[in-house]
């Protein structure tokens, strides 16, 4: 059984000091004179430990964590075996540089992730170190290959902040002002369905959305033979954890076909059996041209992987490449990562964020605040409302109830102009589970009064 807490370790938390505790305080203090301040904390939490789905800051207080290092930790907090393997590999070797030199374990991989990434066709792999350079490669190699310069992306995207990456991104203005000018990137809709910008239902949409590429876009603006790449979320993230229509997917891909355009899928985020599959593609049944990775593949540990259709991946020796891309001790940690996937952990968050999403859908009805709850597996977005009826954005109460939750001993992160999502490791058992909808219901009630 995989999803393993040591016995003397507890499950659920327990604060016995004031928020931040003492050592905390002194520890943010010094933080705060000499880190970027560019960073986004929004609760005063110092790590000093994990185990599974539970973190103990340095006062000795235990948190719930349903945040997972931003989506990150799958296997949660140094898994014994995820543990055992980075230990393993150290002892043999730290580093090498997998461009310029061979290891096994990460043809195993490039293998073992062409092997998994949907789509009946050979793949090849290229390794980085953070999601926005899985991204970067991406852009790269859809302009190296197609001989196009410009982009497709959705508003509310998150690709990251390198200055390709960032380009692509249409996620808050803080992100790109002051960094102008950005690669040619046009931005469209999302199919944002509870706020869906064309004001249609499910039964009434087209995906508008999308169809606004040949309607418009291409008759307009933006010539369909420069195109090189659609960029675009399986499940839009840092957006705040949307689920589009299957046909939305769909009609991208038919779209990206017919114009002779690259489909990138951005599973930095909803990859890695977030999502109750190893890729969120795979609930579309749509395939894309290159496939990002990041996050969850290694457990915590930094590495990104673009999986190519071969032709695609068709760049010399020198084209593109990373110093630490590929590291031998990220890579022995994402081996054991997918096994516990493959093993247990993808159907365990399918389930498990089912009987989450289960209970959440009779928020809205239950709580005012509460526009909208949606999700696959652990990927789970609340979203924020000040009226149910206008569907007024209300960012300062998401704020407020991410903060409570802290004070309670959960951790959670938001989304969004106005939705917390929730991310937790994928081990997490149904208690915890049940701990975090109780202590957010709870929550939820006190913002209320
Ligand atoms: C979908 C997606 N792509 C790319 C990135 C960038 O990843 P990183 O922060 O590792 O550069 C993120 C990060 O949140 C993401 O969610």
């Given amino acids: 059984m995989v999803l393993t807490q040591n016995a003397a370790y507890p499950v659920l938390p327990s604060l016995v000091t004031s928020l931040p505790g003492p050592k905390a305080k002194e520890i943010i203090e010094r933080d705060n004179a000499v880190l970027s301040p560019s960073y986004t904390r929004c609760y005063p939490f110092v790590m000093k430990r994990g185990r599974g789905a539970v973190v103990e800051d340095v006062d000795g207080n235990y948190f719930l ?27 043999e070797f730290l580093h090498m540089s997998g461009t310029d030199f061979y ?91 509870y706020r869906c910008p064309y004001g249609k239902q499910p039964e009434t949409c087209s995906v508008e959305c999308v169809k606004v590429l040949e309607e418009q876009l291409f008759k307009t603006i ?30 991208l891909r038919r779209i990206a076909d017919k114009y002779g355009i690259l489909l990138v899928h951005d599973e930095v985020q909803s990859g890695m059996g977030r999502t109750g599959r190893m890729f969120a593609s795979e609930h579309f049944e749509v395939s894309p041209d290159i496939v990002t990775l990041a996050k969850g593949i290694a457990s915590g540990m930094p590495l ?44 365990h968050a399918a389930a498990i964020g089912r009987y989450m999403l289960e209970r959440m859908k009779s928020w809205p009805a239950r709580f005012r605040f509460v526009g909208d709850v949606r999700g696959l597996g652990l990927m789970i977005g609340v979203e924020i409302v000040r009226d149910q009826e206008t569907k007024e954005r209300a960012p300062d109460l998401r704020d407020r109830l991410e903060s409570m939750a802290f004070e309670r001993g959960l951790l959670i992160l938001g989304a969004g102009q106005n939705s917390v999502r929730l991310c937790p490791p994928l081990v997490i058992s149904r208690d915890q589970a049940d701990f975090a909808m109780d202590t957010l219901e709870q929550c939820l009630q006190s913002l209320e009064q």
């Fill in 103 to 193: 290891y096994e374990s990460m043809v195993r991989l490039a293998e073992k992730l062409a092997a998994l990434t949907p789509g009946d066709v050979p793949r090849r792999v290229y390794f980085g170190n953070s999601g926005a350079e899985a991204v970067e490669a991406a852009i790269k190699m859809a302009r190296y290959n197609t001989g196009r310069d410009k982009f497709i992306a959705f508003l509310g995207g998150f690709h990251g902040r390198t200055m390709g990456a960032l380009s692509l991104t249409g996620s808050k203005i803080t992100q790109r002002r002051g960094f102008h000018p950005p690669l040619p990137v046009h931005h469209i809709p999302y199919a944002y369905c």
């Fill in 65 to 91: 964590d349903f945040a997972a290092g931003i989506a990150v930790v799958a296997s949660g907090h140094s898994h014994p075996a995820v543990v055992a393997a980075i230990q393993n590999q150290a002892a």
């Fill in 304 to 347: 990104s992987a673009t999986v190519a259709r071969a032709e695609v991946m068709q760049w010399p020796p020198g084209a593109h490449a990373s110093t630490f891309g590929g590291n031998p001790v990220s890579v022995a940690a994402a081996l054991t990562t997918i096994e516990l996937l493959e093993q247990t952990l993808v159907e």
């Fill in 222 to 251: 933006l010539p369909a033979e420069e195109v090189a790449a659609i960029v675009v979320e399986p499940v839009q993230g840092e957006g705040g954890y949307l689920v589009p229509p299957k046909k939305f997917h769909e009609e």
